[in-house]
Each structure stands twice: as structure tokens, then as C-alpha cells.
């Protein structure tokens, strides 16, 4: 027994030998991790443990069924009035997509699209007409739109296909990358000689810029003459901060000499200084604010009143000619050109799903109202007595 008592003396001796001291170093770090552990727990605050003064909702039939209903109430009537607004808007919506027609001199009556078949007017310009009858006046003001469908402006190469910089009139010479394809265009002279002239204005959205133009002529009524011409007012239809912030020309004596060194985008059939105002050009600046949908109008112009005429306020019932200058090709992506001609109101243009929107919602709350109300009165007392036996049966 002394031997192992002996031994395990020594073994115990051993170990203390072999344990490092502790430095000043360990013990200030030891410190530092109990003060860490320590600065861990939240302080003793109503904020931090949650003591704070609280509202908790409590849903019940006696709350909940009055907001159905008064939901419904509101939403309903509401509805109403903007369905009648939307309503009382006047609109008529011309589709000359294959309508408009031309007198071909061999083949008869044929449409713009047969037109541009034929690759010797593939440079040429289609003049067409369409008639149309209006059964009822509409009041002025009115506005006449041009609207496109299956149109997808709102393409994301397509949105960044522009160079705002160049539209501000700074450095035309240089364009961005993002307007590639529609950069530049490479002009060779020689097997030697090549130059890159910038297009300007450069990108998809100015080189598909709508081009058909229109006119309007009142036919005979029986009270005015034959081709009397509906006037447009063709000023003030963008936005006034696009003109103001987004679009400025070159400097420059003229806008020809502003715009030196450019040239024109494939699809355009003249320079950009031969339009009025240039880049303040306002039918350009409306089709570079692109649509967010595929389906879009953009405005083209306002019908002017002519006093002393049947004209002096809206169209009149009658028989109308519509000119077209078919510049435009949709039919190649099964797209379709339209005239729009409408009137607005406090609410807007002609558009119905605010209405039925706030009708449906309203109509909704009133019927589920009225279900939950049918439920609690059937069954709300039973509920009530159970949940009373049942807290009596736990006090006991």
C-alpha cells in the first residue's frame, strides 16, 4: 500500500510539473471573455425585456362584420360613379391596318400592305383612304391618338437602346454602345477607305419611329361643303418636362450645321435637322417615351374648333374621309394601326376596370359580410356556452 501511495505521489507530482504557469497575458483575455459573456445580456429595461405597454387587436364578429360592410358600402357606389364617368367618354377607335385602301391603276382597290409587296415602292410612300361615319356628335375637347398592338416597347434591349447624352445636344459625334446596332453607320469609299459616321439621333427606339401622318375631311352633310378639312392642333402633346430636362439640340448656327457629321438612322426618311425643332421635335420626343405595355395609344394631335361652322364644337354626325400617309409596317409582326378619336373626363380616357374593379371588391365584402353574419347568428351562442362550460370545468 506505501509503495502505491508512493507512486501516485510522484504521478501527481508529475503533472504539476508539466502544467504551464499562467501569464499575464492569459489572465487579461480570460478577464475579457467573462466581461464579453457578461455585456451579452440585455440590460434590465422595459424596452430591452419586453415590459413595454402593448395593443393587441382582438378580432371578433361585433368588429370585424361592420368593416365588410362598410367596405362594401363605399366601394360600390363608387364603382358606379366611375363606370358612368368611363362611360359618358366618347371614343371611336379606326382600325386602318388593311382597311385604308389606294386606287392601283391594273389591279384596282388594293390596301398598303399589297403595296409595299412589290420592291420598287419599297422606298416610296402608300397614300390611302378610309371612310368612316360618326352616328352621334361627339363633343369637343377631343383628342386624336394613334395606337399600336403587339408592340413591345417595353423590351429591355429596346428601352436601353438610346443615348441620353446625344439627346441633350452634347457631343453628337459620340454615341453609346447601348445604341448598338444603330451606332453608327460604316460608309466605305474605297478598298482602302472607310469612315464610321455616328447616326443621330442613334438607337432601336428613335430608328422605329412612327412616321404615318393623317387628315381628316368632313364629307357632305347636307349643311357643309364637301371636304371641309377637321383641323388638328398639332403643338403641346409631350410632356413638358421631357421638352425642358431630356431633349436640347446641338449648337449651331443651324440645326444642319449642329447636326454636322451625322447622319440619318436606317429606317428614317430624312435627317433629323430637316424635322421641326430637331430633337425638341414633339411627335419624337412622345414615341421616345416608351409604353409599358404591348397595347399603347400615343397622342397625335387635338381636333381645333372652327367657329362659324358645323365644326365649332366636336364632330357632328356625318360621313368622314380619313387620309393616311402608310409609312408604318405592322403587319409583319402581326401588329395593328388604329386612330383613336375621344374625349376625357375628370377620371380620364375611357378605361371601365376602375369600376368594375371597386364594384367586384365591394360586392365581395357585402357577400362575405353577410355570410359570416349568418354563421354568428347560428352558431355564435353555442360557441359562447361551450367556451363558458369549458372555463368552468378548468376552475374546478
Known sequence: MADIETIETVQSHGNDVHQRPKTTKSVILEER????????????TAFKQQRLPAWQPI????????????????????????????????????????????????????????????????????????KFE???????????YYRLTNYYQNHRRY????DDIQLLGKNPLSVSSDCSPYDEELCI???????????APCGAIANSLFNDT????????????????????????????????????????????????????????????????????????VWMRTAAFPTFRKLYGRVVDQPNTRLDNGLPVGNYTLTVQ???????????KSIVLTTTSWLGGKNNFLGIAYIV?????????????IVHIRHGKKLDVQRGEKRGFQSL
Open 134 to 144: 360618326l352616328n352621334t356628335k361627339i363633343d369637343g375637347p377631343i383628342y386624336m
Open 33 to 44: 471573455d467573462e466581461d464579453e459573456k457578461v455585456s451579452k445580456k440585455p440590460g434590465n
Open 189 to 199: 469609299y474605297s478598298n482602302t477607305s472607310e469612315e464610321k459616321i455616328p447616326y
Open 326 to 336: 402608310y409609312n408604318y409596317l405592322v403587319h409583319m409582326f402581326d401588329g395593328t
Open 59 to 130: 378580432l371578433t364578429a361585433g368588429t370585424v362584420l361592420p368593416m365588410f360592410f362598410l367596405v362594401g358600402i363605399v366601394f360600390v357606389p363608387l364603382g358606379v360613379g366611375f363606370l358612368v364617368t368611363s362611360n359618358n367618354v366618347q371614343e371611336v377607335v379606326l382600325d386602318y391596318t388593311t382597311s385604308c385602301t389606294y386606287q392601283n391603276a391594273t389591279n384596282g382597290t388594293k390596301d398598303c400592305t399589297d403595296f409595299y409587296e412589290y420592291p420598287e415602292n419599297e422606298n416610296s410612300s402608300c397614300t390611302c383612304t378610309m
Open 214 to 285: 393623317f387628315n381628316i375631311t368632313f364629307d357632305d352633310d347636307g349643311q357643309l361643303p364637301s371636304g371641309k378639312e377637321v383641323l388638328l392642333d398639332r403643338t403641346n402633346i409631350a410632356w413638358a418636362s421631357d421638352i425642358r430636362t431630356k431633349f436640347r439640340n446641338p449648337t449651331g448656327a443651324s440645326l444642319e450645321e449642329a447636326f454636322n457629321g451625322t447622319t440619318k438612322p436606317p429606317n428614317w426618311q430624312k435627317y433629323i435637322w430637316e424635322m421641326q425643332d430637331g430633337y425638341q421635335n414633339e411627335d419624337f420626343i
Open 159 to 162: 428601352v436601353n437602346s438610346r
Open 361 to 373: 371588391t365591394g360586392s365581395i365584402c357585402i357577400v362575405f359580410g353577410a355570410l359570416f353574419l
